[in-house]
């Protein structure tokens, strides 16, 4: 008897947990993917950064934490002479179009390591105001 009530007080409780791993916002009603899901479309946009002319290398992982909420971040190595800043913006433009979500914060560095190392390292916070559409403008609007 003892052990029915238990599994009749976990049934419900199991449920919603499972329901917060992945499905709809209750707010928003847009598609919220798992931290595996995101990390696999990243792995995505990592491989097709590494086929752009000059990158030595490209990591994209999706974090959720307390000090990086909803959070994406790219690193990406390239050679000497590489154009940086349209590297940035195709960074942003994949993350941006990708199925990743929720997304709230986009790290982006774009770095040549040589000795003196350059290049950049910004963000993109997509909570600000007027940030939605400035990237709906440049990029069309993000996926659900």
């Avoid at 599994?7 to 993917?33: F, H, Q, R, T």
């Amino acid at each position: 008897m003892r052990m029915r009530k238990w599994s009749i007080l976990l049934a419900p409780v199991v449920a919603l947990a499972l329901a917060g791993c992945s499905g709809a916002d209750a707010e928003s009603g847009e598609k919220v993917n798992t931290v595996e899901e995101n990390n696999s479309i990243g792995a995505g946009i990592a491989e097709e950064l590494m086929t752009r002319d000059g990158v030595t290398s490209a990591e994209v992982a999706y974090v959720d934490t307390f000090t990086a909420p909803k959070s994406t971040l790219v690193d990406i190595e390239v050679e000497p002479g590489v154009d940086v800043e349209a590297l940035y913006d195709e960074a942003v433009r994949l993350v941006w179009q990708s199925e990743i979500n929720p997304i709230s914060l986009i790290y982006l560095n774009v770095f040549n390591p040589d000795d003196p190392r350059s290049g950049i390292s910004r963000n993109v916070d997509v909570d600000k105001p007027g940030v939605v559409p400035d990237l709906e403008e440049k990029y069309g609007p993000h996926p659900n």
